[in-house]
């Protein structure tokens, strides 16, 4: 049984030109280095974009990227714990008085240490049903093509059986097997997603 977020519509973004977008895109910062490394301040994006839009909060979304940027701010390997992309939306937040709570799944490098998929699928069930995107750190891609190496997507949907997830990435909605990566990604990653 697939589940969604209750109002997936508030992920949309409607351009001066009407094109629709599923979530935002890092191809919209206008500097070079902030379009190459700017997925985690995207990711963060869509999620407090989303809390907001549900609460009645309208925020135009380029300024909210370009002012997320300067809490979730990438390094030189980007952001690549999910420690940096907590810390940077926990001080967003306090900056906007928003009351979150984030909650974090971490999947280690050795596969042995992995939790298994059924704590994964539970994880991102938590979130849906807590109706929040989850962002998803994917250090590598393993097998699953579709996903791109050391990169943040934002998670909308499952299906629960399948595990297949629809993802949102560079403002399109893509689908990926979620317990395929966990299998096969070398390096692990995260997921993360706000109770608010």
Not at 63 to 72: A, H, K, P, S
Request: hydrophobic content about 40%.
């Amino acid at each position: 049984m697939k589940i969604m977020l209750a109002k997936p519509e508030l992920l949309n973004i409607t351009t001066a030109d009407t094109d629709t977008f599923i979530g935002g895109s890092q191809e919209w910062y206008e500097d070079k280095w902030h379009k190459k490394s700017g997925c985690g301040p995207v990711a963060a994006s869509n999620i407090i974009w989303y809390i907001m839009r549900k609460n009645g909060v309208e925020k135009d979304y380029l300024n909210l990227i370009r002012e997320m940027y300067d809490f979730v701010t990438p390094g030189i390997r980007g952001v690549d714990t999910s420690a940096i992309f907590t810390d940077g939306l926990m001080s967003f937040a306090s900056k906007n008085d928003l009351k979150i709570t984030p909650h974090v799944l971490e999947i280690p490098r050795k596969k042995r240490d992995r939790p298994k998929a059924e704590a994964l699928r539970e994880f991102i069930v938590k979130a849906i049903n807590a109706d929040s995107p989850v962002a998803f750190l994917v250090l590598s891609n393993g097998s699953v093509s579709i996903l791109e190496n050391w990169h943040w997507v934002t998670i909308v949907a499952i299906d629960q059986e399948t595990m297949i997830a629809e993802i949102s990435d560079y403002g399109k909605l893509l689908s990926a097997d979620i317990s395929e990566w966990l299998e096969t990604s070398m390096l692990g990653g995260s997921l993360v997603y706000l109770q608010y």
